[in-house]
């Protein structure tokens, strides 16, 4: 799973992304300035993802956020973070080792998502900024539409094998449907 | 398949969720009842044909736990909501 594969889309594992989970109260000034300080962008609302280049912050659930950062940077990242809301009522981890991230590219994105999770994928439903946690097939896992033409799609690293054999199933050469 | 209405993530299918068992009473003192009462409380759910609250944790999404009323004949969710 080393290079990516080109086949009804471009599916292409990105080694190294640093991640950090911050739980919290996401109302909270303190924790906004925390996330949005290390990370560069802009607080996502509710189902949202927000990024700037290789930099993001996802929406996880009502009191959880992911923080994107290169990952030479998330050590220290989650330090500064974890310093900024001393005596506040958070949880910073750098989960950067513990998550596999996949990048797919074409014009058949939404297709290929839409065969191994049960999300409506059409382009009135799922528009770029939007997050979804879910599962693909068998395991847990998330992604969001950086734009109409790429996705990032990340699960627990334990399943990154299996992750790479359905998406890579999934975009196999001569399975378009066709549908969106 | 269930379509259940997480209040924040919207309308996601059962598959996304971990059934959760009835929501069952507040657990009573089990000193203050008769042993058949208290294997009644433990070990027999309700099962009508009809309407019942149960909890379901949306684990494959924000990881809430809902509470909803469903109608075991038509599957029709009447209610959802976080928490108890």
Redesign the interface.
Known sequence: MSEGFEELCRVRPIARQGMITLRGDLSAKAVKNAVTGVAGVDMPSRREARHVGERAILWMSPDELAVLVPHEEAAVAAETMRSALAGIHALVADVSDARAHFRLEGDTIREVIAKLAPVDMSPAAMQPGMVRRTRFAQVAAGFWLRDEATAQVFCFRSVADYMSGLLRTAATPGSAVGYF | MLLIDCP???K??E??FAYGGPALAPRPDPAALTDAEWVDWLTVPPNPLGWVEERWWH??????WLTLRRHTVTHEIAEVRHGR
């Open positions: 924040f993530c919207g996601r299918t598959s996304e684990a494959r999404g924000c990881g809430a």
